[in-house]
Every structure is written in structure tokens, then in C-alpha cells.
């Protein structure tokens, strides 16, 4: 019956593209709404005040009764609308009520709602429309915890899969004057929904002992009817699809049945198309039928449609570390972090200088080559010709084009306050010079040229650290931000340099050595919006994307405060400098693409995150650093995530998370049968070889705890690799897959019916033996390693190790039951039921049953 089964080329696609409006393209309006339920309010602080804008009145807000986290605002939107935006205004100065963290929920258009959608043409909903909405203007809302617990981040409502409230948005104000807007999410599935509720859940104040106060809410989106109904039954059939689609995996998981779960759901009236015609037919047969071998005809044709190749270029990679094993006897940098490091991209060289090994700085200058090993190419000692100091916290950059390598900046300890005394009482003398030198190093001749003395008396920034700088090749130009001014000069009037100030965004020409400053650090930077300039700090990231022409600035910290926001800065056109616009004006050539990265599936916010730029793929890969977890006040926690943003649609995907737990010492590793994997650290050194498409990292401070002493720092040297799925890969895994399921069976002693209905033979052991060594071993890659030890384990099933073996049957433990008791039909069911759902990943999302489960739609309801 299996080789009659016909291809399925030309079945139409899962998901119902046709049915998805466009997000709207027209201007967004402001949205009308009503306050109609909230949890508390406290004197003549009424909620229904936040309805006004204003920010002179003290009284003009809501303020809650309590600080407790079951405080709420409860928005009616007076017809429903797509919401595309939520404004929060504010009084007139800072507040210590102000919102320092809360999250905004939204309850979509119910497609069972009574109330048509041909009277959304009417400019309000009338009284007995909300009621039949549930929602009047009392607390009695739709289903929502009284804690209003949030939902899961990756459940149902999350995925727009309840029909219920859903998190549109997780954010915080600054504790300013300034109106803050936010983009919220708008989407399922990519299809709009629409809204006729938000609900304001304050999480904290930004003093702790205070009650939340909230000044003016706004909203923008579209509420014109036409698009609000398209919208609507879009919405509609993809709750539609969605709930056909989570009770065919329930039915399916759930019970054997013979008649296939989708035939029956396929009858109902306009039923969609639910899932690739392939899936379909795969489950049948396999799950059913146990039909091995057609199934792995069937996962080959879908190779052959460019099924498997699509869901591959939607699969995220995977980061895989490797430690480049020192040369025996050949010569190694030492431990140390805040070093620089720089990757030749035509011949592959890694090269680290300076740096800060726990006792002293460094500057030292290495080169790392592949076959060759490392290689010291400057000493660092104060002999010979001029060189740079020893430093750390510094930047260093490759000019392919000049053959050179760029050093500017250093941390001079006795320039911090209380430093400098502390040296004098130990009878030191503090170095004290606080010239910004600038330096160049000659890659084919060897040797330093010293470039400034001073780059701040040419133009160029003072003397920092913890600053970034990047080559833009089409301008020959080198581009500084942030850091921190070490210089002991007055401040000048414009507060670009002097003590401990923040450095602002300058460009270095390399052919004419001529230095622009092109943005300063916004006067009051911490408290003007970032609209108005480009906020400086300080071990934040900066990379070039080169397609976009703008400069990327994620992360790092200000104050004390750890940022998490990404902003572009614009460039000219290739072959332009950067002009300089007056501080205090709106620049145009900044973007804040994300406040909080964490709020939208990235980084939490953090110090000494390291970036590297992928242009051939249009990403930008972060490492490691110290990262602030949310809603914690301590110094942080040392990270090893790998994140990857993609630059053209703006989304995060972590690739790789290490915690330090059960980490190694010493080079990092851990010995756990698989692959190493490096310890966390924070400054450390991160480089892109875009020629071998590999990663590099080296050094840097573990940070204390664990036996770690504070002065500790690393030595080891990693390669990482994105790798990312390829078809031809994932067929080979999937038909090992299939395969091991047969030999399990076969070590069950089930074998495998000849047609559906048909008593299978049994199967002899030397049999399953055989199968194993011949039909299993033919799809394992030998090479890898977890491969391999999975492929020797499996042997271990026919003596009923991790498996009833065919040789363990029947045997009896010392109480008289049974060791290995033989697996029942349920028991082969099940197995086979989740081998499917791991096929079923070869497929594009919209092409297969969802990874939630219908029985996480089902409210509990706890009995008091």
C-alpha cells in the first residue's frame, strides 16, 4: 500500500497566507478610551485623571492605595482597534512614583463575541455591547488570576493561542520629565489582532516604599473599521486553525485510534488546511502502520520538495566551542582581561594586546596563526624604540587596507579618585600623565609609530577607557564612542571632556590624520531622552553594519545603572565623514531601535558584552559579560550566552546559554563525554575571521566564587562555529531516528507487520544485531562524538539497558517481578508517537501541529 502513495508537490501551504491582512500601512490616530475598573486609588488621585496630559498639576494622576503588585488600570477602548503604540506622560520633574517596571496586557476582539463586526462603524460600543463583551466597569473581568500572575512567556496567550489577555508589552520609565512611547506587540502568528482592552499592571515604583503613580496614558493605532474587520476575521480563523490544530496533537498522543484523528477533523466544515499532506501521511504510516521504511521515503521526498531545506533557514544555529590546544613547549600569552584583540579577515591571524593579568598591565603583543601557534611580536618593555604603555581597557583595530593596527585609551588607576593617595601610602609614585596617546603598529614591517601625543589637543577625544572603536572601511575612518574622560583638565563649557565625564562619538581619517568630532554626550544625559543625542557609557559593544550605513551601540553601563538598550547612529553615504550637530537638539541620525533588548526576546542588560559583525549574513553575534538580572539590584551574574540579531528584521535568538554551572577550571572546559565548552567570563575578547566563518575568544575574569580568587584571570584561546542546520544533515539524523526506532522495537521483540492488520513476526536477536550494524550504523556520523556514544549505547538495548531487551525479557528481580517486563501496545504507541513529533521538526512551522499542548489551554481553578 506504501508505494502507491502519490507526491504531494503541489499541496497547498499549511498556513492561510491568504487570509492575513497587511499590517496597515496608514498613519496611526490616537485611540479614544475609557478608565472602567482598577484595583485602588488614594485621595483625589482618581484613575480616571490619566485620561489628561497635565504635567504641571501634581494632582492630574493615579495613584494607587498600595505598593503591592495586584494594583491595575483598566483601559475600554471605545471601539476596537489595532494598537501600535502606548505613550506614558509625565509630571513636570522627576518622581519617585513614577514607574520604574510594569507590563501592559491586551484582551484581542473575541471571534465569539455577539457583537458584530458591522458595528464597529459606530464611533462608541453601546452598554449593552459591553456587556455582552463581559467586560463592564467593574473588576469583574474576563478570566485573569486576582494576583494577576503574568503568563508564561512561551504558553498559549502568549503565542496569541488563548483567545485571552495576552502581554503586549514589559517595560520601564525613566524617572524624568519626558513623554515616553512604546511599540507593543501587535501580532500572532503574523497575523494583527484587535483590541477592545488594555490593562496597566504596575511591577514596581522607582522608590520601592512609594505607591505607583501613572500621569497620562495614550494610544495609537487604527480603529477605522474596514481594517479593524479584516483584521477581526483574520484573527478569528487563526484561533480557528490553531485550536484544530492543538486537538488533532491531543487526539493523536493520546490514543491509538484507527481512524486518523485529521480525517476526521479535515471533514468538518470549512475546515482549513492544517498540516502538510506529507505530515499526514508520515504519521499514518508510521504511527499506525509502524511503516519504517516508507517513512523514510516519505522524509526523502520532502528533502526533494525543499521542505526540510525551508525550515532549515528558519532553524536558529547552534554555537559549537572549541579550545585551540596550546603548541607543547611553544610560547602563550599569559592570563589577563580588558585586552584588546583584532582578527585579520584575509589570513586568519588573531592578534591580543595588553591587557591586566591581576597584578600588573600588560603590553605585551601577541599573534595567534593557525598551524603556527602564537607568536610574541612585541615585548612591551620600556627598551628600544617608543612604544605604548602597558594598558588595559583600551581599543585596538585592524586596517587591512593600511596594514596597520590601531591602540587608543587606558586605564590609569591613580587618575580615579582615592587612587592616587592610596599609591602614595604605600610609597608608590602614581602615574599621573593623562595625554591621550594614539598609536599604530606597522603589520608587515613591525614596529609602533606613535600618531598623537595627545589626540584631545588635535581635536580627538581625552584620555578614556571602556570606550569602542570601529574601521569603516569606505571612508577610511575610525569611529570612538563613550568611555569614560580620565582627563585632569578643567571641564570644558560643552562638557566634552574633564574628570570623570562621559566621552561623546568622534571619527579619526586615516589618510589626512585628522580628527571630528562628530556628537558629544547630551547635557543631562541621564535624564534627556535618547532621541536628543547618543547617550554615552561605558563597556558597551559597537559594531559597523556596513549594508545599513549606521553604527550599532548595544548595551554597557552608565553610573551605575546597566543598560540594555541597541541605538543606531546613521552614517553619510560611502565615502563621507560624519558632521557634528549642537548638543540639546533632536539628531536625526539616532534611533533607538529597543530600550531593553530583554523585553524583546534578547540580552538582559549588561557590561563587557562582547559583539562581532557577520556582513555576508547580516548579523551581529554578543558573548558573554556581566548581565543584570531583571528586577535584581546586585553587581550581576558572569554569562557565557551566545545571542545572534539579525540586523534587517531586528530579532533576537539566543544560540547558546552557559551558566558556569559544573564549569572547569583553569582552560575553561568541562569533560563531560561531549564537546567543551569555555567558562563564563566578563572582559574578555571576541573576533570574527569571515574567512574561515569561525569566532574567536580569548582571556578574560571568571569573576569570584567557586574557589576563584578576585586577582584570577584566563588564558585560554576558543573557536566557535555557528553551525546552522543543513538539509541533507537533518534527512541523515532523521533516518537514524526512524532506524533506532525500529531496532528498538525489534529489541522488544515487536518487529515489523508486512501490512496494516498483519501479526508481526517475531524478531530474533542476532537479527536486531545485525539491523544495527548494518542499517543503523549507515546513518551515524562516526566523527561526532555524541553520535558515536549514542550509536555504542544502543547495543546495550538488546540486554534491556535503557530499553527492554530481547535478551532481559522475562527475567525476574529478587522480589519476583519482573526486570525488563515487555512493553504493552500502549507502551509502542507512545514511543512511536514522540519519534513523530521529533520528524515533524524537519517541517516549517506552518506546515505542523504546534509545540504547545491543548491540555495548557484548560484553566485550573484552585479550590480555597
Known amino acids: 500500500m506504501f508505494a502507491n502513495i502519490k507526491p504531494a508537490a503541489a499541496a497547498p501551504r499549511a498556513t492561510p497566507h491568504a487570509i492575513q491582512p497587511a499590517t496597515p500601512h496608514s498613519a496611526t490616530s490616537q485611540l479614544p478610551y475609557s478608565v472602567v475598573a482598577w484595583s485602588s486609588y488614594s485621595a483625589n488621585y482618581h484613575p480616571r485623571n490619566i485620561a489628561v496630559s497635565c504635567p504641571t498639576d501634581q494632582a ?25 503604540s502606548i505613550t506614558f506622560g509625565k509630571y513636570h520633574k522627576p518622581h519617585v512614583c513614577n514607574l520604574k517596571e510594569f507590563r501592559v496586557l491586551g484582551l484581542p ?72 512611547c512604546f511599540r507593543v506587540r501587535r501580532e500572532a502568528g503574523s497575523v494583527p489582532f484587535p483590541l477592545t482592552h488594555i490593562l496597566i499592571h504596575p511591577l514596581a515604583a522607582h522608590s520601592p516604599s512609594f505607591n505607583f503613580s501613572v500621569w497620562h496614558v495614550a494610544a495609537q493605532g487604527w480603529d477605522e473599521p474596514g481594517i479593524v474587520e479584516r483584521a477581526g476575521r483574520a484573527w478569528g480563523e487563526h484561533l480557528h486553525r490553531t485550536t484544530l490544530l492543538h486537538l488533532l496533537k491531543h487526539l493523536r498522543t493520546t490514543s491509538p485510534v484507527h481512524l486518523p484523528p485529521l480525517q476526521l477533523l479535515q471533514s468538518l466544515p470549512s475546515s482549513p488546511q492544517l498540516e502538510h499532506p ?32 525551508r525550515a532549515c533557514a528558519a532553524a536558529p544555529p547552534v554555537a559549537r566551542w572549541t579550545r585551540v590546544v596550546p603548541t607543547p613547549q611553544g610560547p602563550w600569552p599569559g592570563p589577563r582581561g580588558g585586552h584588546q584583540m583584532a582578527v585579520d579577515g584575509a589570513s586568519g ?60 585609551g587606558r586605564y590609569v588607576e591613580a587618575l580615579c579618585e582615592g587612587n592616587a593617595q592610596r599609591d602614595r601610602d604605600r610609597g608608590e609614585v602614581p602615574e599621573t600623565g593623562d595625554e591621550s596617546d594614539f598609536w599604530r603598529w ?94 554615552s557609557r561605558i563597556g558597551h559593544s559597537m559594531v559597523l553594519d556596513s549594508a545599513g550605513r549606521r553604527l550599532l551601540v548595544l548595551a554597557g553601563q552608565r553610573e551605575r545603572q546597566y543598560l540594555g538598550d541597541l541605538v543606531a547612529f546613521t552614517l553619510p553615504a560611502a565615502g563621507g565623514v560624519a558632521g557634528f550637530v549642537a548638543p540639546g537638539q533632536p539628531d536625526p541620525r539616532v534611533e533607538v531601535l529597543s530600550r531593553d533588548t530583554a523585553m524583546e526576546g534578547g540580552p538582559e542588560p549588561g557590561f563587557t558584552q562582547r559583539a562581532a559583525v557577520d556582513e555576508g549574513r547580516g548579523e551581529v553575534v554578543v558573548v558573554g559579560g556581566i548581565a543584570r538580572e531583571r528586577g535584581g539590584d546586585g553587581p550581576g551574574v558572569v554569562r557565557n550566552d551566545v545571542w545572534v540579531y539579525g540586523m534587517t528584521d531586528g530579532r533576537w535568538r539566543k544560540v547558546y546559554s552557559g551558566d558556569g554551572a559544573g564549569w572547569g577550571t583553569g582552560g575553561g572546559g568541562r569533560d563531560d563525554g561531549e564537546e567543551e565548552h569555555p567558562q563564563p567570563r566578563f572582559a574578555g575578547q571576541v573576533g570574527y575571521d569571515e574567512g574561515r566563518d569561525v569566532y574567536y575568544m580569548f582571556g578574560g575574569n571568571p569573576g569570584e566564587g567557586g574557589g576563584r580568587t578576585v586577582r584570577e584571570r584566563l588564558d585560554d584561546l576558543w573557536e566557535m562555529m555557528l553551525v546552522r542546520p543543513d538539509p541533507s544533515t ?57 553520535e558515536e556514544r549514542e550509536f555504542r549505547e544502543m547495543a546495550g538495548w538488546l540486554f534491556g539497558a535503557g530499553s527492554c531487551g530481547a535478551f532481559g525479557a522475562g527475567g525476574m528481580a529478587g522480589d519476583g517481578s519482573a526486570l525488563n517486563p515487555a512493553p504493552t501496545p500502549d507502551d509502542v504507541f507512545r514511543s512511536r508517537t514522540q519519534l513523530f513529533q521529533r520528524l515533524a521538526e524537519v517541517f516549517p512551522e506552518d506546515m505542523r501541529e504546534p509545540r504547545t499542548n491543548l491540555t495548557e489551554m484548560v484553566p485550573v481553578e484552585i479550590q480555597r
Not at 476582539?109 to 462603524?121: A, D, E, K, V, Y
Not at 452598554?127 to 463592564?136: E, F, G, I
Not at 585592524?398 to 593596527?405: I, Q, T
Not at 513476526?761 to 548494518?774: D, F, G, I, Q
Open 278 to 309: 506529507l505530515l499526514t501521511t508520515l504519521h499514518t504510516t508510521l504511527v499506525m502502520h509502524g511503516g519504517f521504511a516508507p517513512a523514510q521515503h516519505l522524509l526523502r521526498r520532502a528533502l526533494e520538495a525543499g521542505i526540510i531545506a
Open 730 to 786: 537533518v534527512l541523515r539524523r532523521a533516518l537514524f531516528a526512524i532506524r533506532a526506532q525500529q531496532f528498538r522495537e525489534m529489541c522488544w521483540g515487536v518487529g515489523t507487520p508486512a501490512s496494516p492488520g498483519v501479526p508481526a513476526t517475531p524478531v530474533e536477536p542476532l537479527m536486531a544485531l545485525s539491523y544495527l550494524r548494518r542499517e543503523v550504523a549507515e546513518c551515524v556520523d562516526h566523527t561526532d562524538k555524541r
Open 442 to 535: 606597522d603589520m608587515d614591517k613591525g614596529g609602533w609609530e606613535r600618531l598623537s601625543a595627545d589626540t584631545e589637543a588635535e581635536g580627538g577625544p581625552s584620555l578614556v577607557y571602556d570606550h569602542q572603536m570601529v574601521l569603516d572601511p569606505p571612508s577610511r575612518s575610525l569611529y570612538v564612542f563613550g568611555g569614560r574622560s580620565q582627563s585632569s583638565r578643567p571641564a570644558s563649557p560643552n562638557g566634552s571632556h574633564g574628570r570623570e565625564a562621559y566621552s561623546g562619538l568622534y571619527a579619526y581619517h586615516i589618510p589626512s590624520r585628522r580628527w571630528t568630532l562628530v556628537a558629544k554626550d547630551p547635557p543631562g544625559a541621564d535624564e534627556t531622552p535618547a532621541a536628543l543625542g547618543l547617550r
Open 109 to 180: 476582539l473575541s471571534p465569539h463575541s455577539p457583537l458584530s463586526l458591522n458595528s464597529l462603524s459606530s464611533s462608541t460600543l453601546s452598554p449593552s455591547s459591553a456587556s455582552l463583551l463581559s467586560l463592564p466597569s467593574a473588576p469583574s473581568l474576563p478570566p485573569m488570576p486576582s494576583s494577576l500572575a503574568a503568563p508564561a512567556s512561551g504558553g498559549l496567550a502568549a503565542q496569541g493561542m488563548g483567545g485571552g489577555w495576552m502581554e503586549i508589552l514589559r517595560g520601564g520609565l525613566r524617572n524624568d520629565s519626558e513623554d515616553e
Open 349 to 408: 591571524d588573531v592578534y591580543v594586546h595588553g591587557g591586566y593579568d591581576g597584578e600588573r598591565e600588560l603590553g605585551d603583543l601577541w599573534r595567534w596563526r593557525a598551524g603556527e601557534g602564537w607568536r610574541c611580536l612585541d615585548g612591551g618593555g620600556s627598551r628600544g624604540s617608543p612604544r605604548p604603555s602597558p594598558r588595559a581597557c583600551h581599543k585596538l583595530v585592524l586596517d587591512p587596507a593600511s596594514r596597520s593596527l590601531f591602540v587608543l
Open 60 to 84: 492630574s494622576r493615579w495613584s494607587s492605595a498600595a505598593h503591592n503588585q495586584s494594583q491595575y488600570l483598566l483601559l475600554k477602548l471605545n471601539r476596537p482597534a489595532i494598537v501600535d
